[in-house]
């Protein structure tokens, strides 16, 4: 069926709004009318051709929207449903059956692209370009997804926001919820206030932490990290003593601490400031796939400490998006406060705005369209 795509022909080509043909709905697909989409650093690193996928391709993978079509063997959604799209996963190795779906075995060749015998969209110059990123590729006015990754959710919540629950608050909040998992009472350190930094905020207030510092270096982003429930910020460009600057706040260290900068200088520092059986939870990626992380060994074996990655937080989408839009909807999960909205065709926009921290988490909508009298 024809639609439009955000394409990508080659790696760091901007994207490109174009008409697109799907192929036809396979056993296990899901036609999904794309009403939302969020925009993930992931998603521009592929776009820059630094995690491997193949060229033209359509990314995108925090849709959200409205089921149009279902295969033959498809019975967990069905036409009409509302769902948000997350990661891929095949259910059959053993961290899907034992409720790890975001640690599958297949998960790069599922959500990267990595197949080049994959499917594949017709454009309108002969080319193919490739799909399935994320098991979705929602950059896009309709996406085939899978019915494993289609979660569904209430009809009563606004569709074009939920989105990137798929995905960046999901790994947040999920790293900090269902990761980490702090006691009441527990202090919280969050390096990196964008998007995922926080979330795992709003997650450290659901979870009652009574200490929540947030760390970043532009004071816009920590003014709206105090909004939200953080009770101390802390500069980086005003305080570059990062061990210092929490000791004073957390004389005993911190109980917990999530990465979600990727700055190696920050994470030796905050490795200085944990508490003795301390957890640093590495969410962000390093600047490079062979980056490597020094610690400080005996301190942290003498301490207790864990260092711990997390992927997507840890989280079974099934579960954990209706939890997190069962607390949006009593108000304890505000993440709508973090989403600027741009109209799909305005991705490029979009991208620089999240990039230069304009915006804190970009979300299109292929329902907005701008007045006539703002430029196209």
């Known amino acids: 069926m024809n639609s439009i795509g955000a394409v990508v022909h080659a790696a760091g080509a901007p994207f490109s709004i174009e008409v697109i043909d799907l192929p036809d709905l396979g056993p296990q697909d899901v036609l999904v009318r794309i009403i939302g989409v969020g925009i ?104 085939l997804a899978g019915e494993r990754n289609a979660v569904k959710v209430p009809k009563d919540v606004s569709l074009g926001i939920l989105g990137p629950l798929g995905c960046g608050i999901q790994t947040g909040a999920g790293t900090v919820m269902n990761g980490l998992r702090p006691q009441a009472g527990s202090s919280l350190v969050v390096l990196g206030a964008g998007s995922v930094g926080l979330a795992a905020l709003l997650g450290a207030v659901v979870c009652g932490c009574s200490t929540i510092i947030a760390v970043d270096r532009v004071e816009a982003r920590l003014a709206f990290a105090r909004s939200i429930g953080a009770t101390h910020t802390i500069n980086t460009d005003l305080l570059p003593d990062l061990t210092a600057a929490i000791r004073s706040i957390l004389p005993r260290g911190a109980d917990y601490v999530v990465d979600c900068a990727g700055v190696a200088q920050l ?105 006539n009298n703002q430029p196209s």
Not at 99 to 111: F, H, S
Not at 333 to 344: A, G, M, S, V
Request: glycine share 12%; charged share 15%.
């Open 267 to 371: 994470i030796g520092a905050v490795l200085g400031a944990l508490a003795p059986l301390g957890t640093l939870g590495l969410v962000a990626l390093p600047s490079s796939v062979d980056r490597k992380l020094e610690l400080p060994w005996f301190s942290v074996l003498n301490s207790g400490q864990r260092i711990q990655g997390f992927v997507e937080g840890n989280s079974v989408p099934d579960i954990f998006i209706p939890q997190m839009i069962a607390l949006y909807r009593a108000g304890r999960f505000p993440f709508d406060k973090l989403i600027q909205t741009y109209p799909f065709a305005h991705i490029n926009e979009a991208v620089q705005d999240q990039l230069s921290g304009r915006t804190i988490k970009a979300v299109l909508s292929t329902e907005l369209i701008k007045p």
């Open 40 to 143: 993930c650093h992931t998603d521009i690193s592929s776009r820059d051709g630094h995690l491997g996928a193949p060229f033209p391709s359509i990314f995108g993978h925090e849709g959200s929207g409205v089921v149009e079509g279902v295969g033959i063997d498809v019975t967990k959604v069905a036409p009409g449903d509302h769902v948000v799209l997350a990661p891929a996963s095949d259910g059959t190795c053993p961290h899907c059956h034992s409720g790890a779906p975001m640690y599958c075995e297949r998960g790069p060749e599922l959500n990267f692209q990595t197949n080049r015998n994959g499917s594949t969209a017709a454009l309108a110059n002969g080319q193919r370009a490739f799909l399935k990123y994320f098991g979705q590729s929602s950059f896009a006015h309709h996406a």
